[in-house]
């Protein structure tokens, strides 16, 4: 018998982080009577007088959120990481380690109007997001070693406050994913001497499988490797290796990009796509600050839950939990699905 990608079980292997994937295709046929989420309609007005977010209301601190006609950055009112902190003692038990952690914690709001999204703003006011994500990163990646900006968007993804808006945490220390990104890239380019994410983007642009959106700037893949159904990867094909390396050309393009890419995952179920993404680049601060980054592609990752429809998505439980990570549907059937959807007109347009 011969193997099918899209009709037999197999593993593929994610190089950024060494961990396989187990692919399923022939699930998606079986039948679902599980949870289902609520399909998010866009019913928000663009004033919510009882939203902190929104200009001139008063967040829970009694902090007033001011008039904003634009982004708005703040300090996030209930921080995971704070910047002073007392440094824990050392453990010589290697069963019982300990780490310092400090760091810094926004919220910035992409417009004054609620029931905007990415997808239904204007290019020029993704460019704007842009350029304060860029302005953001070039205050903070002087102190920190990791700059983590990222958006939740919707419920599903556990988006408290649906105000269009992302955050930005700090961290004086690697995290864990932009660790095991480090080590292998480095690995790959000392023994290769290129970055792996350029090899990978020529390689996808040969093979024509994975491809979303490319243009001179940027490729938009679903992974060879995804675990999400619709996993995308948004990469620079200009050898940028953090956000604040792109031209004004490329923060455009981006905005474009960024907006067929989102509205085509509007468009895919008709519903406000739930998903996380966000930046991953080289590392920052003092410590990286004269080291190569050679080895690394700015690049940003997007992780929507959905599966099937508006309704039914993906849960990472069970076997994902306790073995490995597992998908139904394949990149190519995913990748062919969203190309094929309408990247230029959101449907609520129509």
């Not at 190569?292 to 099937?308: D, E, F, M």
Request: charged share 20%; proline share 9%; aromatic share 10%.
């Amino acid at each position: 018998m011969q193997f099918v990608a899209s009709e037999h079980p197999h593993r593929r292997l994610n190089p950024l982080n060494g961990q396989w994937v187990l692919v399923c295709p022939h699930r998606t046929q079986r039948p679902w009577s599980g949870q289902q989420e609520k399909a998010q309609k866009n019913e928000l007005p663009e004033f919510d007088p009882t939203n902190p977010l929104c200009p001139g209301v008063t967040r829970p601190n009694g902090i007033q959120t001011p008039e904003y006609e634009s982004t708005y950055v703040f300090e996030n009112d209930f921080p995971a990481l704070v910047e002073v902190v007392p440094v824990p003692p050392n453990s010589d038990d290697p069963l019982f380690q300990i780490a310092p952690a400090r760091g810094n914690c926004r919220v910035m709001c992409f417009h004054p109007k609620s029931n905007l999204t990415l997808p239904t703003m204007s290019a020029a006011e993704i460019v704007v997001v842009i350029d304060e994500w860029i302005s953001q990163f070039n205050e903070l990646s002087a102190k920190y070693a990791w700059v983590q900006i990222f958006e939740n968007k919707g419920a599903a993804m556990g988006c408290s406050n649906p105000h269009p808006h992302c955050q930005i945490w700090s961290c004086s220390f690697l995290p864990t994913e932009p660790q095991l990104k480090q080590e292998r890239l480095r690995a790959y380019y000392a023994t290769n001497e290129r970055p792996m994410l350029a090899d990978y983007v020529e390689r996808e642009l040969q093979r024509q499988e994975r491809i979303v959106i490319e243009n001179r700037d940027w490729v938009v893949v679903v992974p060879f490797w995804a675990t999400w159904p619709f996993e995308t990867m948004l990469i620079s094909r200009n050898n940028n290796k953090r956000i604040n390396d792109l031209t004004v050309e490329q923060r455009y393009n981006l905005a474009l990009t960024m907006k067929e890419l989102t509205t085509k995952y509007d468009n895919l179920f008709q519903c406000s796509f739930p998903y996380s993404m966000g930046w991953h680049g080289a590392p920052t601060g003092p410590e990286h600050a004269h080291a190569s980054s050679a080895h690394w592609t700015l690049h940003a990752i997007y992780y929507p839950p959905l599966l099937r429809s508006a309704s039914v998505r993906k849960f990472m439980v069970g076997f994902e939990l306790l073995a490995m990570a597992q998908r139904d549907l394949t990149s190519e059937q995913a990748a062919q699905r969203l190309r094929e959807v309408d990247g230029k007109c959101h449907y609520l347009e129509k």
